[in-house]
């Protein structure tokens, strides 16, 4: 029985309303029945309304109605954000969460939501809570896993994972703190690990500041763990907007960083030393020392030593620019000038990125150095006006004697972080470290060994840039021009493409300039497989053995009378992703009117050039998304009389993993099709093998029982442990094959009957090994023979490996039972041992 008499008021006010209060139960009926009758007559909007009003006044009916209520919250939000109404949308969802804080589903639709507008901390914070709420949710799950990625960077795992690194940091804070360093910040904590070394070697005062919401909670949970809550402050704030005495109270000895990224400056390092030196660090020491040193800052690292070298690779080349002049039959020699959003650009533009990434030991295809490594820049962070003068200082222009022949693609940067005078880190290719290089494409030219390479060196925004400008040959100086693709006439090197040099030179000759300056971008996946000339051969051959068929049917049907359309086009329809050129492809075949879904203006202007350059009638191609006004509509056929002959869809992320939603739009496009009509692809056939691999156990996770740094730091950091590891390179991955390749699943895009979602798969291993993971990838077959592989050497894609939670000891001869499922689009494998084997079980 409650005890009323303890809180007499509130219980005779809540007993007095229920039993005296007639009219506001007459409101709550009236309301709940209305909110049914507008839920029945879909106007979601009132029905949200009652809903609120009925559960605010009657909260025991929350049980009853949740369901209800859940479904219109879910349809009314739809509509809001359709309509762009989105300050009502979420104002919708701080409703429904008031009413029900603990309900999941709300939590994980409100992240959808979130993410899909941008707001991907918030959004993983909803998928967090609605995991913790109910673990075995698979929405939830799969949303969380999606966004981990970006909330918790792999890096992480690897920093954590690397002992040396780790060990080297805590030395030096170590030093530092027992040589008078007392009072400490670490800017850009992550985990809390520098500031807690920090505090471990003794120092009195330590504070850390953190600019990611879900890190700071994170280093806030690991400091209260070890037990240092009380004794270091972490902020949840960019160091840039920290002052004293209002975020700390005193100017400190020692800042402590690690806010490097491959391009050693990309983190924003300057920026926030020169702040700290100014505004948080008590005054560098005077060199030499004057009597009394004892209230001065310092920082560690102290410095870092920026090395570049020349390189060749194929895998950078194919992904940075055009290296073919046809695709699937068709020239592309007039798409005009294609670009990367990479590229060495003289005049920084907030679109391009000055530098992509790659761990160049792992690159596939391996590379070639073109020149040996120089010194490419030095700093000292102990030097504010060093760091200052930085962005204002002259180009700096390095020459570099060319070593080896072949072909400049890019330039890779790497550092030395000094931590002080006696310990550096290195990002090296060569050095046993695990991280990745800044990657520079450049101007292609064929380099030969008597060359000098002319690099500048400049460092606009306090971003490090690299360009080649120009090579010394037999006492001539051959400029490269920095818009990569566009010609340079005298220009030796050999030319891939000779039509597109033409067509260019002819574009330059017309009066209208504007047309030569204008380029479309594309993106860096999107130019390798405009580069995958089996990719579209494929497809061609595919639409070559179907076109026919269906003409065939047709004028069967114009003859016997059937027919009432007096045209005998034939639909095709692209729905990929992205710039795709299988429209114009399918509309070459001739007697095919193909629409595309491409949406960026830019790239339909290509695709339109393409039509024409290649004699294809413009009436055959057509931009479907001009059709339709939302998304929705996006399968819809052109008009009632026709049905669709074929509908490519894009199956398989660029990450390797397949597309969300996948088979909801593959049972949308069957109902679109005429008879014999195909989806490409018709099927897709996921492939996989058993491997033994630290490499990615180490991306995946904290591992080893050992504490890191004498920290408890693992539990926490890996509650972001995402088991399916994306972007991986399977050519090059360090690991011990297990298994010969097995088929792990199959997805019948033309049968729904045909698919399941759990499937048992028994493989033999071939070696004695611990089972880590399980690369994947697909065999994405356009009809029963022609099938493109998304591990093909040539592939726009990469592959994507399943880690097991627990590794799997295996005898060769052993039969490993796999358990994949797969819900909605995400795969998910456990591995066991088969007791009492027998191939005859397969
Ligand atoms: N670097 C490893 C990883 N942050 C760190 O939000 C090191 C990578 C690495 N917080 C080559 C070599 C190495 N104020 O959580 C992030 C970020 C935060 C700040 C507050 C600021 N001004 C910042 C700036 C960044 O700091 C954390 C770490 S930065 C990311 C890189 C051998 N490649």
Request: aromatic share 8%; net charge negative.
């Amino acid at each position: 029985m409650p005890n009323t008499s303890a809180r007499p008021k509130h219980g005779r006010r809540t007993r007095r309303r229920r039993r005296e209060d007639p009219a506001r139960n007459e409101l709550v009926s009236s309301s709940l029945e209305s909110a049914q009758q507008c839920l029945f007559n879909q106007d979601y909007g009132t029905a949200f309304v009652h809903y609120l009003l009925v559960l605010n006044l009657a909260p025991m009916f929350k049980d009853f109605a949740r369901e209800s209520f859940r479904f219109t919250l879910n349809k009314w939000t739809e509509e809001l954000d359709s309509v762009g109404r989105i300050q009502d949308l979420f104002d919708c969802y701080e409703q429904a969460l008031e009413l029900f804080p603990a309900d999941e589903v709300i939590l994980n639709s409100m992240g959808e939501h979130l993410f899909r507008m941008g707001f991907r901390d918030e959004a993983a914070g909803h998928f967090h809570k609605a995991l913790k709420l109910r673990p075995d949710y698979p929405e939830a799950r799969e949303n969380f896993y999606r966004v981990a990625n970006w909330l918790v960077e792999r890096w992480h795992f690897l920093m954590l994972n690397d002992h040396g690194r780790n060990r080297k940091y805590q030395q030096a804070i170590q030093k530092a703190v027992q040589s008078g360093c007392n009072t400490v910040l670490d800017i850009g904590t992550g985990t809390g690990i520098l500031g807690m070394c920090a505090k471990k070697a003794g120092a009195a005062d330590v504070y850390a500041c953190e600019l990611s919401k879900t890190m700071y909670e994170l280093a806030c949970e690991v400091v209260n763990a070890n037990g240092m809550d009380g004794s270091i402050k972490i902020l949840h704030m960019k160091s840039l907007e920290m002052e004293v005495p209002k975020d700390i109270p005193h100017r400190v000895s020692l800042v402590v960083t690690e806010t490097v990224d491959a391009g050693l400056f990309g983190e924003g390092i300057i920026e926030s030393l020169v702040h700290a030196w100014h505004h948080l660090l008590l005054p560098p020491q005077q060199v030499p020392l004057p009597p009394s040193s004892s209230a001065t800052g310092r920082v560690i690292p102290a410095g870092a030593t920026v090395f570049g070298m020349a390189l060749e690779s194929i895998e950078i080349r194919r992904h940075h620019r055009i290296c073919v002049s046809e695709v699937g039959n068709l020239s592309i020699a007039a798409a005009g000038e294609l670009r990367s959003p990479v590229s060495c650009s003289p005049e920084p533009d907030d679109s391009m990125e000055p530098y992509t990434t790659e761990r160049l030991s792992r690159v596939p295809g391996g590379y070639k150095a073109l020149t040996e490594p120089f010194t490419a820049l030095s700093i000292d962070f102990n030097n504010v006006q060093e760091l200052e003068g930085l962005s204002s200082r002259e180009v700096q222009q390095i020459r570099m004697p060319v070593t080896q022949e072949g072909e400049l693609d890019a330039l890779a940067v790497w550092f030395q972080l000094h931590l002080d005078e006696e310990s550096s880190l290195s990002t090296g290719p060569q050095e046993d470290t695990c991280w990745e290089q800044a990657i520079y494409p450049v101007h292609s030219f064929v380099l030969k060994p008597q060359d000098e390479l002319i690099v500048e060196v400049s460092c606009i925004d306090a971003f490090l840039r690299l360009c080649s400008v120009a090579v010394l040959r037999d006492g001539h100086e051959i400029h490269l021009d920095n818009r990569p693709d566009a010609q340079n006439p005298g220009n030796p090197v050999s030319n891939p493409n000779p039509e597109a040099e033409l067509c260019s030179a002819l574009a330059s000759l017309q009066t209208d300039q504007t047309q030569t300056k204008d380029f479309c971008m594309l993106e860096c996946s999107e130019m390798a497989l405009l580069n995958n000339q089996d990719y579209h051969q494929s497809f061609s051959g595919a639409l070559a053995k179907l076109i026919p068929q269906l003409r065939a049917k047709c004028q069967d049907k114009e003859r016997s009378g059937d027919s009432t359309d007096a045209s005998d086009l034939l639909y095709v329809l692209d729905v990929s992703e992205g710039f795709s050129l299988l429209s114009l492809i399918a509309a070459s075949h001739g007697h095919v009117k193909a629409y595309s879904s491409m949406e960026k203006k830019k790239q339909q202007e290509v695709l339109k050039r393409l039509a024409r350059s290649n004699n294809v009638p413009e009436q055959h191609l057509e931009f479907w998304l001009n059709h339709t006004e939302d998304e929705h509509g996006m399968l819809k056929r052109p008009s009632r009389e026709k049905l669709w002959s074929a509908i490519m869809l894009d199956c398989v992320e660029t990450c390797g993993l397949i597309r969300q939603k996948l088979m909801e739009k593959a049972s949308l496009a069957r109902c679109l099709l005429e008879d014999g009509g195909s989806i490409f692809p018709a099927k897709i056939v996921v492939h996989g093998i058993l491997v033994e691999s630290d490499t990615l156990l180490l991306e995946s996770a904290v591992q080893g029982q050992e504490a890191t740094l004498g920290f408890n730091i693992a539990p926490f950091i890996n509650q972001f442990t995402v088991p399916v590891h994306v972007f991986l390179d399977f050519s090059t991955l360090e690991c011990k094959r297990l298994s010969e390749f097995v088929e792990l699943f199959v997805l019948d895009l033309m049968d729904s009957t045909a698919n399941y979602t759990d499937r048992e798969v028994k493989v033999q291993a071939t070696s004695a090994g611990r089972i880590t993971a399980i690369p994947f990838w697909y065999h994405i077959y356009l009809d029963q023979e022609i099938s493109v592989s998304t591990l093909s050497q040539n592939s726009h894609w990469k592959q994507a490996a399943v880690v097991l939670q627990q590794p799997v000891e295996v005898q060769a001869g052993d039969w490993v039972r796999l358990a994949v499922k797969l819900h909605k689009s995400a795969m998910s494998i456990t591995a066991h041992i088969e007791k009492s084997p027998g191939p005859m079980e397969q």
